[in-house]
């Protein structure tokens, strides 16, 4: 009878981790550039009751009984297909249409990577600093910081499909920006696993031997290229009514466990009023 409350018992435990996990979902539905995640399960040791074996008549049973001993979850994955992109008024907002990553640097220097493009410009020797919300650089195709000029108006900053940087010139045109000779764009990155990425928080993710060594944009004629586009953010992936029906599956799922459980406690308690 105990085989029954610990079985039921992991069934719980998993159905407790999915809804955890569809809570932070929805909590981030209007987070910037975030990914939904979904939880796997799978299931544990099975224990056999009986080997397959031969009944009376000396013919072969097709198959042993085995019982199975619950359910734990196997990964927690997050989805990175498009989000919706929604309009902004700043200059220093970018959304990316494709698989890329913007590259950041965080204060231990560690390079990260997200899909957040809310960017702002912070105060620095020589310039004015490309950043993120969190002060973070946001690095160039060469992983330098990327410096603006002090010059500059920010209403006047371009920022072109490929993510080149530039300001309109005298003539109209954009010049672009430039730093030790080269035209500054902005880093970006795919990685053949991107459900491989560390979640760090802060919209940001980290590389792991699952992910893959991120592989640059920059002159690399085998990836498809990612659309920067100014003047948008992309929205979350969280398609709120899918994860409401997958709330509602879990809370029934967790509910008939603990019937499970609620049944083997009476099945017990009855054993132990026997006379």
């Not at 981790?17 to 975030?34: E, F």
């Not at 040791?45 to 196997?74: C, F, H, W």
């Not at 491989?196 to 893959?212: D, I, M, Q």
């Not at 029934?252 to 049944?263: F, G, L």
Request: contains cysteine.
């Amino acid at each position: 009878m105990m085989r029954s409350l610990w079985t039921a018992a992991s069934g719980m435990r998993a159905q407790q981790t999915k809804v955890d996990t569809i809570a932070n979902n929805l909590a981030n539905v209007n987070t910037t550039g975030y990914k939904t995640q979904q939880a796997s399960f799978k299931a544990l040791l099975y224990q056999n009751l009986q080997s397959t074996s031969t009944n009376n008549a000396g013919e072969l049973k097709p198959v042993a009984a085995e019982v199975g001993l619950g359910s734990r979850v196997s990964a927690i994955t997050a989805e990175f297909s498009q989000g919706n992109l929604q309009a902004t008024e700043r200059a220093f907002d970018v959304a990316l249409e494709g698989d890329g990553f913007f590259s950041i640097r965080t204060p231990n220097g560690e390079v990260q990577y997200t899909r957040d493009g809310t960017f702002n410009i912070s105060p620095v020797p020589g310039g004015n600093m490309l950043c993120t919300a969190d002060g973070h650089p946001v690095l160039d195709q060469n992983g330098n910081n990327i410096i603006l000029p002090n010059t500059f108006v920010a209403t006047d900053v371009n920022i072109d499909f490929e993510g080149g940087i530039g300001f309109p010139g005298a003539d109209g045109n954009i010049v672009p920006l430039t730093n030790n000779g080269y035209e500054v764009k902005l880093g970006l990155y795919q990685f053949n696993n991107p459900t491989g990425l560390h979640k760090e928080g802060n919209n940001a993710f980290s590389v792991t031997p699952a992910s893959g060594d991120p592989i640059a944009e920059e002159g690399n004629a085998n990836l498809t290229p990612t659309k920067v586009i100014q003047f948008y953010t992309e929205g979350s992936n969280v398609d709120v009514a899918d994860e409401m029906v997958n709330l509602i599956v879990a809370q029934r799922a967790y509910e008939m466990n603990s019937n499970a459980i609620q049944a083997s406690d009476e099945m017990m308690q009855q054993a132990n009023n026997l006379r």
